[in-house]
């Protein structure tokens, strides 16, 4: 279902780098003299923001990525508004 | 959705790795802060490492784990091989920081680093009065070069990230700051009271705010953040103030050897960027790895852990949270970097703190009398 929210486009905000870090053996993301370690679900919600797929791309990728975890839309949701919050990343 | 990101080493017992790597690519600088933090004998240093040497430095700590690296200096544009070190280091995945002064920076150089995958630029002031900030900075071109250059890192694309040393000849000055800051579209604002420690040490009496001072500065940022939210502003500011005016020590690089790693222009490896004061022979990225410089090295070990604690730290069960302090205020204060750090209000030598205190009330040391940090006020802190 196409709502207002799974339509919006999410971006990292600039300043902010995501990437996979062997030596912490996790995707983090780095920001000015911080960097915060992702857990897995954080980590491969992240890994599908690229500035040009909308929610509803990502949780289609997702869902397919992890058929076993069923649907996604409601925890890929509650995840990005998390991440507005914490300023990592906007939504157009 | 996010775990701790470093849990300090300490708890375990196992030494983690470093996860901050500060490249101090070079003491030479064109300003003269009376409170800058290099060495009063920086100009006796050893050569500056090579390009070559930067670039291994680089990669054995990025091979290490390290991911925040910081170029700092003195001014780090002097080096005229900045942009390769840039382009190195986001090529090893490095979140690379340069903080400057903002003087030597061109738009094009702005361009150049950003293209070379820079990804954070800190530009430091001295105050937000043209005629003060060129008289703490000792050079009469800083200031419009400053302003001129945190216009080019915005319009680069970059946040503003601007940071200013706050002392008792600019603490007045909060509102002027702030309201510079806010017509210059800035991001963050670092508002930092001056941490006495090489130059700033030396020149304590003349920099140290009173506690009057601090009080009202407090009150003016504060007001001044209520004023902004209230227009809309998202500009963050941060107020710093001297831990001379606590009772409890701050938890100096959240422990001896722990996260950060300091390199140093003629390649000595310290655990934070004042070590070098202390009496202990630090290794050299010259003659050591990084790697057996961070597990193994005497001077890293020094300090690691808790063993070494004397009283009143080493019965305090605040020892876990502050670590004992910082070794170089202990050393500056006290003359044995072993003590606590006497902000604390349970050290035997609490009383330096409080004599500074006494002091800041009454100092009437001028701007004009401050010992400039320049080659020729560094070589009377050396032999010749
Ligand atoms: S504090 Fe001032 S003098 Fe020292 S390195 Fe920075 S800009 Fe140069
Ligand atoms: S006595 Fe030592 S460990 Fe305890 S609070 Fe003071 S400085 Fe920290």
Known sequence: METAETKGIPRLRVGFRFQWEPAQNAYVLLYPEGMVRLNESAGAVLSEVDGERSVADIVQNLERRFPEAGPLTVDVLDFLRDARQQSWIDIR | ?384
């Open chain 2, 1 to 384: 959705m996010t775990d701790n990101p470093n849990p300090t080493a300490k708890a375990s017992g196992r030494i983690g790795p470093p996860f901050w790597l500060l490249a101090e690519l070079t003491y030479r600088c064109p300003l003269q802060c009376p409170y800058c933090s290099n060495p009063l004998d920086f100009d006796n240093t050893r050569q500056e490492l090579t390009t070559d040497e930067w670039v291994r430095v680089l990669r054995q700590g990025r091979e290490m784990g390290a991911a925040q690296l910081g170029f700092s200096g003195g001014e780090p544009l002097v080096r005229q091989d900045l942009a390769e070190l840039i382009a190195e280091a986001r090529h090893l995945g490095y979140y690379s920081n340069l903080i400057t002064s903002g003087l030597g920076l061109t738009e094009a150089k702005v361009q150049s680093f950003q293209n070379a995958g820079l990804d954070h630029i800190q530009v430091s002031f001295q105050a937000s009065d043209p005629e003060l900030n060129n008289a703490v900075a000792g050079s009469r071109k800083a200031f419009e070069q400053k302003l001129a250059m945190a216009r080019a890192v915005k319009d680069a694309g970059y946040p503003m990230v601007l940071n200013f040393v706050i002392h008792r000849h600019n603490i007045h000055q909060m509102n002027d700051i702030i309201e510079l800051c806010d017509r210059l579209d800035a991001d963050y604002v670092e508002l930092a009271t001056c941490q006495y420690y090489g130059w700033a040490f030396k020149n304590r009496e003349g920099l140290m705010p009173s506690r009057e001072q601090l009080v009202k500065a407090e009150a003016e940022v504060n007001a001044c953040r209520e004023r902004l939210a209230a227009a809309g502003s998202l500009m963050k500011l941060i107020f710093v103030t001297p831990d001379y005016y606590e009772e409890r020590p701050k938890a100096c690089m959240n422990g001896w050897g722990s996260l950060f790693l300091t390199v140093a222009p003629d390649g000595t490896a310290l655990p934070c960027h004042s070590a070098r004061l202390l009496p202990i022979d630090f290794p050299n990225v010259r003659e050591s790895g990084l790697s057996s410089i961070w597990y193994d090295s005497a001077g890293f070990n020094y300090y690691r852990g808790d063993s070494w604690m004397p009283e009143p730290c080493r019965s305090c069960d605040e020892k876990g949270k502050d670590f004992g302090g910082c070794r170089c205020q202990a050393y500056l204060l006290t003359g044995n970097a072993d003590n606590a750090d006497p902000v604390c209000s349970k050290s035997p030598h609490h009383d330096r703190i409080l004599a500074a205190r006494r002091a800041a009330d009454h100092a009437t040391t001028g701007l004009e009398d401050l010992t400039y940090r320049n080659p020729e006020n560094s070589r009377l802190f050396f032999r010749g």
